[in-house]
């Protein structure tokens, strides 16, 4: 046995996240053409803001622009559930937030793994939204007895996965080589194999009682169905994928263009039909085709506190109740407009989104306050620091998901036959119990990275703790 040093989770997710990349973009050649398409456009959004390319640069985040920013996977089983989480712990991946996608009728509930750590998001901002699928949810109970018995007879893991998993539990982690062995046994947990494991009976009759069961239990594993990189300019990405015949989801889900971003923004093109084979009993074989494959991209905002999701939400609701826009795009620009005309009511400009306590920001210490560290003509309070210029404030940026978004991306990759009425509501409980663990609360730790932020730049001026602030965490 070797004595090699071992290496850092942040490395592992890093290793994993690229091989994925590579993996996806072999396998759907057109996620390839969008990851060249934005880049192109990022190139353009850069030479056209030099303060935007500047900034970027000074935060390291230049290098990591074509660095995937997510991907998603479903899969039907606690068991299942349980064992990603432990691998993607691993990875320095913990589930942050409980998504309940049943309301906006898809038959999931998911969480986010995701780095938590300011540092280990820079150094690899990769996450994975992972849903589990609830056969609670399929009326037909001889269906929901079938789907379950076909999910049992499946391991996803390959056996070396698993002892890789195994050995970095008991030693507490893995050198350079088992790193790279376990990141490419882990990739392959999620490829692509096109032979269903049912006859094509059951696999059309899941189909019917809705696409994303199928999608779930009739493969031999949980195939990664989307990545999703970085757009610095979503709408011209958007517009550039129609012009390019990469058939475009209808909308950008979450908010409006806005000066100051906020929150989350995605679009994709729609998932494409690839050939299947479906095996029958007695041996038979029929081609099929099924779409579950996408490519996506994302810009990213600041996080909101509760005070102002609940605005998001209540803007988002009033425009999706005025205007539902149709999977097919008809209404597109009718809902682009009705969104944009909501949203007035969300102040744009970064004074009144702290005043307002809508958005969570990062304090840190300026060169010039730095200077001024410990002399008694130093301002006591934040607002005093701020305005003298000894302390700086940037957004902190949203690392997570939204809902109702991600119930868009789903349908518009089910089609509007992926659309259900499902009379259950959430099920967090059983959600944890399956994952193993609670999931971490993403308002808490935005707090948390606000709070330690003021409390980091009082230390570093020399000041004594910052007194208790009313309402500080905008609840
Ligand atoms: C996940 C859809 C959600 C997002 O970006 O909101 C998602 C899925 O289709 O499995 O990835
Ligand atoms: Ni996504």
């Known amino acids: 046995?070797?004595?090699?040093?071992?290496?850092?989770?942040?490395?592992?997710?890093?290793?994993?996240?690229?091989?994925?990349?590579?993996?996806?973009?072999?396998?759907?050649?057109?996620?390839?053409?969008?990851?060249?398409?934005?880049?192109?456009?990022?190139?353009?959004?850069?030479?056209?803001?030099?303060?935007?390319?500047?900034?970027?640069?000074?935060?390291?985040?230049?290098?990591?622009?074509?660095?995937?920013?997510?991907?998603?996977?479903?899969?039907?089983?606690?068991?299942?559930?349980?064992?990603?989480?432990?691998?993607?712990?691993?990875?320095?991946?913990?589930?942050?937030?409980?998504?309940?996608?049943?309301?906006?009728?898809?038959?999931?509930?998911?969480?986010?793994?995701?780095?938590?750590?300011?540092?280990?998001?820079?150094?690899?901002?990769?996450?994975?939204?992972?849903?589990?699928?609830?056969?609670?949810?399929?009326?037909?109970?001889?269906?929901?007895?079938?789907?379950?018995?076909?999910?049992?007879?499946?391991?996803?893991?390959?056996?070396?996965?698993?002892?890789?998993?195994?050995?970095?539990?008991?030693?507490?982690?893995?050198?350079?080589?088992?790193?790279?062995?376990?990141?490419?046994e882990a990739v392959a947990t999620f490829r692509w194999r096109n032979e269903a494991t049912v006859p094509a009976e059951v696999y059309y009759n899941l189909r019917k009682a809705h696409p994303l069961i199928a999608d779930v239990v009739c493969f031999k594993g949980p195939h990664i169905n989307h990545l999703t990189l970085q757009a610095l300019d979503i709408d011209a990405v958007q517009l550039a994928m129609s012009t390019r015949n990469m058939n475009p989801k209808a909308i950008i889900e979450g908010p409006p263009r806005r000066k100051r971003a906020i929150l989350?923004?995605?679009?994709?093109?729609?998932?494409?039909?690839?050939?299947?084979?479906?095996?029958?009993?007695?041996?038979?074989?029929?081609?099929?085709?099924?779409?579950?494959?996408?490519?996506?991209?994302?810009?990213?905002?600041?996080?909101?506190?509760?005070?102002?999701?609940?605005?998001?939400?209540?803007?988002?609701?009033?425009?999706?109740?005025?205007?539902?826009?149709?999977?097919?795009?008809?209404?597109?620009?009718?809902?682009?407009?009705?969104?944009?005309?909501q949203f007035e009511a969300f102040p744009d400009d970064e004074t009144a989104l702290r005043d307002e306590e809508l958005a969570f920001f990062r304090y840190s210490p300026t060169a010039d306050g730095l200077r001024h560290a410990g002399a008694p003509s130093l301002p006591r309070e934040m607002a005093g620091l701020v305005q003298a210029g000894y302390v700086r404030i940037d957004p902190i940026i949203y690392e997570d998901f939204l809902p109702v978004s991600a119930a868009g991306i789903f349908q518009s990759n089910l089609g509007d036959a992926g659309q259900r009425n499902f009379a259950a509501g959430a099920n967090r409980e059983a959600f944890e119990a399956a994952l193993g663990i609670a999931v971490l609360d993403e308002l808490e730790l935005y707090a948390e990275a606000e709070a330690r932020s003021r409390a980091a730049s009082f230390k570093a001026l020399g000041l004594d703790a910052e007194p208790e602030r009313q309402g500080a965490t905008g609840q």
Do not use: W
């Open 264 to 341: 989350l923004r995605q679009t994709s093109f729609k998932a494409l039909p690839e050939p299947i084979v479906l095996k029958g009993a007695d041996g038979s074989i029929e081609a099929g085709a099924h779409s579950a494959r996408f490519g996506e991209v994302e810009q990213r905002g600041v996080a909101l506190t509760a005070k102002g999701r609940a605005l998001y939400d209540h803007l988002l609701a009033a425009a999706n109740d005025s205007v539902r826009a149709a999977s097919e795009g008809s209404n597109g620009a009718a809902y682009a407009e009705e969104l944009r005309r």
């Open 1 to 184: 046995m070797t004595n090699a040093p071992f290496v850092s989770a942040d490395a592992i997710r890093a290793m994993f996240s690229g091989a994925m990349s590579d993996m996806y973009k072999s396998e759907v050649p057109q996620y390839a053409a969008l990851s060249e398409l934005v880049a192109d456009i990022n190139r353009e959004a850069l030479a056209k803001d030099p303060e935007l390319a500047m900034r970027l640069k000074q935060a390291g985040d230049l290098d990591r622009l074509g660095v995937e920013r997510h991907g998603a996977i479903r899969v039907g089983t606690p068991e299942e559930l349980s064992t990603i989480r432990r691998l993607f712990a691993v990875m320095g991946m913990a589930p942050v937030g409980y998504y309940d996608l049943s309301t906006a009728g898809v038959p999931v509930h998911s969480t986010a793994f995701r780095p938590v750590g300011d540092e280990a998001l820079r150094r690899n901002p990769f996450r994975i939204f992972a849903s589990l699928l609830r056969l609670d949810l399929i009326d037909d109970s001889e269906l929901r007895r079938e789907a379950a018995a076909i999910l049992a007879r499946r391991n996803i893991f390959t056996l070396r996965c698993l002892e890789l998993l195994a050995m970095f539990e008991g030693r507490g982690g893995l050198d350079e080589a088992q790193a790279r062995e376990f990141a490419s």
